[in-house]
């Protein structure tokens, strides 16, 4: 019993990086642009397929995959955003609604004609295999998607506060008006924002791949389960967002093991709705 | 210096300022006074690019500038210190100054930062700081400074005294005489109008977005129309 929870929480601690880091693209383009990508679920499973075409066709292990993918990501964001993401920004709020909801349709019919809607998922891996550690197993691939998803994060955390910009998105996030009084660009700024949010998904997605196997309605998943890490984190904490990663990874884990495989979000959405509830700012949030 | 002719400004269909014209020499103090709700702020966020001119011209050093982005306004030299300073709550106070640099980082190679922190020592004890733990006083500071580092031709400040405790008004004013020695050209708008024509070289009225009134800033403290409706004397 002790072993099976001790089992389930290691797990979900691995997956919970991941889940952080699929987060922290939609974390930024929310709190920098205040943009709501609903669309950001299914840019993941774009991203899962990329890589699976980029892994079949060259044999190269998953977690490769985003140097190909990752720059293909950013480019579709750059132009994502000058096509669509801009010419909402004076519109009223549903406008950007309908615009992402669309988008994300969009990508999942896409998703459906291009590879049909069986899975898949790639044959091989370099990371493959199991380490023991005082009789836990632990997946290796999960253990090394967990690493570079941390080591990403805090990459993307220094990048935000040491360069100009970071600076400036911080700035743009804290008053827009006074950001362009200081020479900032705010079409630039926010199309480097969503390229690199689009971009952090097709990490994830590369990662996802070297364990998991992708469908074309596999975004919803992803969408919802970075809301979830969202709001429990709340904005403008990047710590925050690791913790409310790690949270969510052990609650679906072990809804997973004790409960119904099948049932694996729904405690994902009981703490979700009892942040949203009892602290709407999340559990770190200031704004 | 700056220049402006003929201007009409407001925000969607309501009309603002009425063909406003004035003008600022370069090493000049000027102060833009009147009441509440008058269109001094839509006049500096008109010059400034953030809101749009619906007709008239703008120019500085001889160049059009109506009708380009605030970005760009301030990297032909004209910075503007917005109404309540405006500063960067979550960034630190020394994130904040340098985001003054940001239309041209090598500026910070010139020791603005030391000279910045020399004018406001406050800023330089609290650099670590988020900005958003500040006093009234210490935020208008560091507003005024932020503009400062870009080391712009001309600055304009809207409403420097606004949200800070009176005994520092008195020190505010003091810090934007010393931008006298900056060799800086000052444009004010300000409610308060005594402090703003003690300081200004020369100074305009504004009323229901119309400029009413100009002259030099002493002759104004002593008309009559200044001294009933404005100074309470």
């Given at each position: 019993m002790i072993h099976t929870v001790s089992q389930g929480i290691i797990t979900g601690i691995l997956m919970g990086a991941?889940?952080?880091?699929?987060?922290?693209?939609?974390?930024?383009?929310?709190?920098?642009?205040?943009?709501?990508?609903?669309?950001?679920?299914?840019?993941?499973?774009?991203?899962?397929?990329?890589?699976y075409a980029v892994g079949s066709a060259l044999a190269w292990d998953a977690v490769a995959t985003p140097l190909i993918t990752a720059p293909l990501l950013f480019i579709f964001g750059f132009i994502t955003y000058y096509l669509l993401i801009d010419r909402t920004?004076?519109?009223?709020?549903?406008?950007?609604?309908?615009?992402?909801?669309?988008?994300?349709?969009?990508?999942?019919?896409?998703?459906?004609?291009?590879?049909?809607?069986?899975?898949?998922?790639?044959?091989?891996?370099?990371?493959?295999?199991?380490?023991?550690?005082?009789?836990?197993?632990?997946?290796?691939?999960?253990?090394?998607?967990?690493?570079?998803?941390?080591?990403?994060i805090a990459g993307l955390a220094y990048f935000l506060n040491k360069t100009w910009a970071g600076r400036a998105m911080r700035a743009?996030?804290?008053?827009?008006?006074?950001?362009?009084?200081?020479?900032?660009?705010?079409?630039?700024?926010?199309a480097l924002t969503f390229a690199i949010g689009s971009s952090i998904t097709a990490l994830a997605g590369g990662l996802l791949m070297s364990f998991?196997?992708?469908?074309?309605?596999?975004?919803?998943?992803?969408?919802?389960?970075?809301?979830?890490?969202?709001?429990?984190?709340?904005?403008?904490?990047?710590?925050?967002?690791?913790?409310?990663?790690?949270?969510?990874?052990?609650?679906?884990?072990?809804?997973?093991?004790?409960?119904?495989?099948?049932s694996r979000l729904l405690g994902v959405y009981a703490i979700f709705i009892l942040v949203l509830w009892l602290r709407p700012r999340g559990l770190f949030g200031r704004r | 210096m700056l220049e402006i002719k003929n201007l009409n400004s407001g925000y969607a269909k309501v009309?603002?300022?009425?063909?406003?014209t004035f003008h600022v020499n370069q090493d000049e103090t000027v102060a833009i006074i009147g009441p509440n709700g008058a269109g001094k702020s839509t006049l500096l966020k008109t010059i400034s690019g953030l809101v749009r001119?619906?007709?008239?011209?703008?120019?500085?050093?001889?160049?059009?500038?109506?009708?380009?982005?605030?970005?760009?306004?301030?990297?032909?030299?004209?910075?503007?210190?917005?109404e309540g300073g405006r500063i960067f709550p979550n960034m630190t106070v020394l994130d904040n100054l340098l985001m003054g640099a940001y239309s041209n980082p090598g500026i910070l190679k010139s020791g603005i930062l030391e000279e910045i922190f020399t004018l406001f020592p406050i800023l330089k004890n609290r650099s670590?700081?988020?900005?958003?733990?500040?006093?009234?006083?210490?935020?208008?500071?560091?507003?005024?400074?932020?503009?400062?580092v870009s080391r712009p031709k001309l600055i304009m400040l809207d409403e420097p005294s606004l949200g800070v405790a009176p005994k520092l008004i008195d020190e505010i004013y003091e810090k934007i005489h010393a931008l006298k020695r900056f060799g800086l050209t000052v444009l004010l708008v300000e409610q308060n109008t005594g402090y703003a024509l003690e300081l200004a070289d020369r100074g305009y009225v504004i009323e229901n977005g119309q400029i009413v009134m100009e002259g030099a800033a002493t002759d104004l403290s002593t008309s009559e129309h200044i001294k009933k409706f404005y100074l309470g004397l």
């Open positions: 991941i889940y952080a880091l699929i987060a922290l693209g939609l974390s930024i383009v929310f709190g920098i642009m205040n943009v709501t990508n609903f669309a950001h679920g299914d840019f993941v499973m774009l991203s899962m397929y990329l890589s920004l004076r519109q009223m709020y549903v406008v950007q609604l309908a615009v992402t909801v669309g988008l994300q349709i969009l990508l999942r019919s896409l998703a459906l004609i291009v590879w049909q809607a069986q899975p898949r998922a790639l044959q091989y891996s370099i990371i493959q295999g199991n380490i023991q550690i005082a009789g836990f197993e632990i997946l290796t691939s999960r253990l090394i998607s967990a690493i570079i998803s941390l080591i990403f743009a996030s804290d008053d827009l008006d006074a950001a362009s009084l200081m020479g900032v660009n705010y079409h630039k700024t926010y998991q196997q992708t469908d074309p309605v596999g975004g919803v998943r992803f969408g919802l389960l970075s809301w979830a890490v969202l709001a429990l984190a709340g904005l403008g904490s990047l710590p925050g967002l690791i913790v409310a990663g790690i949270i969510v990874g052990v609650v679906e884990s072990l809804t997973v093991s004790f409960f119904d495989p099948r | 009309s603002v300022l009425r063909n406003v001119a619906q007709s008239g011209d703008i120019t500085f050093e001889n160049n059009n500038i109506l009708g380009l982005s605030p970005d760009l306004v301030v990297r032909r030299g004209l910075a503007y210190v917005p670590e700081k988020f900005a958003r733990t500040l006093s009234g006083g210490e935020r208008q500071m560091l507003a005024i400074g932020r503009g400062l």
